[in-house]
């Protein structure tokens, strides 16, 4: 595939993302449901991954860009065998790895370098899922590229440097966070920023030094008709959900676990958590406080499982102590269940006014949220008004067909700079 760029015609993407997990976390939910919005209004995507491989729509084609696979879900943090480093890119990855650092984005960025330096002319740009390794600026200099940058994670090494028990424990997350001021660097000199919300550009001016004039907003979205209510599903009294896509402090999950042991002093309450149980803080917190029998972990199921989960339960809560946006705060809207949700980064710009679309509390505060989970509990009446005022909220708001056509504008938008005219002027 190669040829010039049409400015009137459909566009041919190159789409990175160096973890594209399928099912949980919001990079491989935003890499699936985008690429296919994109290829729905008729541009084609090819998508470059590292592991986890993201799930893809059939017409999306995807190469796979094998990483060393250390932070698996069978043994994370596992040594590479020395027979397994056969590439500069192996090397950088296992030497940043042995240092304490998260070596993936850089690596990756290595990767994708030596994969599109020789398919210049069969994309007319490239869009980065918030790799932002050192050779995103390489690739930039070949291909006009965009990146999305969903959140600051500056938000994430600060709320686990500030959870770090010790000193040695605060250094040790400072140097495994060290990928985030390359990030920053790189982000600063990119052209185009998407991002997702008005509270993450704020945040990235602030903590990243990224220039405002080079961000837009893009909201993600949802898919209001698979994301629906299943009013033939009884909802079982008592029900909470959440998801955890990280078993780290920005989620907030153990301020729910908290609230839950709380409110089971005198209810009976379950919880079931979209997620694998991972050994380490939650899963210690979830047995000290007496929960392994009242909670159910669910992973690697489908979308429609995930609405069915929806449907099953009384109550979803997004407990986050900082988001950028929330995926599985709209996508909960969007079926009709009534959220609790804290007031942590975005989610008060997402979710809407307390009492309204949402039943709102402040993030970090286990009390608070066991006492708003105890309003939304006792009122079917409160729960029905919520929900169905969400629903309404995010389908008149955010869908991927909307996200995908704001994209494509800033597609052309970055292919419309001067410096990448003459990049494209010298492929004619």
Known sequence: MSGTYDPNGPLRVAYLTYRGKPHVGGQGVYTRHLTKAL????????????????VLDDRITMH????????????????????????????????????????????????????????????DLVHDNQCLGWDILKIEKLIPTIVTLHHPITKDRELEMSHAPSRWKRR????????????????????????????????????????????????????PDLFKPQPHIARQPGRLITTASADVALKGLSYLLEAMAVLRKDRDIRLTIIGKPRPGHSMDLIDSLGLRPHIDFVSG??????????????????????????????EAMSTGICLVATDGG??????????????????????????????????????????????????????????????????????????NRVKLEKRR
């Open 64 to 123: 796979k860009l094998p990483s060393l696979d250390i932070f698996n879900d069978t043994y994370p943090g596992r040594v590479p065998a020395y027979w397994e480093i056969k590439t500069w890119p192996d090397v950088v990855e296992t030497a940043r790895f042995m240092t304490g650092q998260f070596s993936e984005p850089l690596a990756f960025s290595k990767r994708a370098l030596r994969t599109l330096t020789p398919r210049v002319n069969d994309f």
């Open 346 to 419: 975005a989610l008060p710009e997402v979710t809407g006014t307390h009492n309204e679309t949402v039943l709102q509390c402040p993030a970090a505060n286990s009390e608070a949220l066991a006492a708003v989970i105890a309003t939304g509990l006792d009122s079917a009446e409160l729960r029905a008004r919520i929900g169905e005022a969400g629903r309404q909220r995010v389908i008149s708001r955010w869908t991927w067909k909307h996200c995908a056509e704001l994209t494509v504008e800033q597609y052309r938008e970055v292919l419309d700079m001067p410096h």
């Open 172 to 223: 040790s997350v400072g140097r495994w966070y060290s990928f985030v001021d390359m990030q920053g660097k790189v982000a600063s000199k990119m052209p185009r920023i998407v991002v997702v919300s008005e509270n993450s550009i704020t945040d990235i001016n602030k903590d990243m030094g990224v220039s405002r004039d080079r961000m837009r907003l893009v909201p993600v979205g949802v898919d």
């Open 301 to 330: 199921v489908t979308d429609e499982r995930i609405v069915e989960l929806y449907a099953e339960a009384e109550l979803a809560v997004v407990p986050s102590l900082y988001e950028g946006f929330s995926l599985p705060a709209i």
């Open 39 to 54: 290829a729905d209004l008729g541009h084609t995507v090819e998508v470059f991954g590292g592991q986890p491989y993201p």
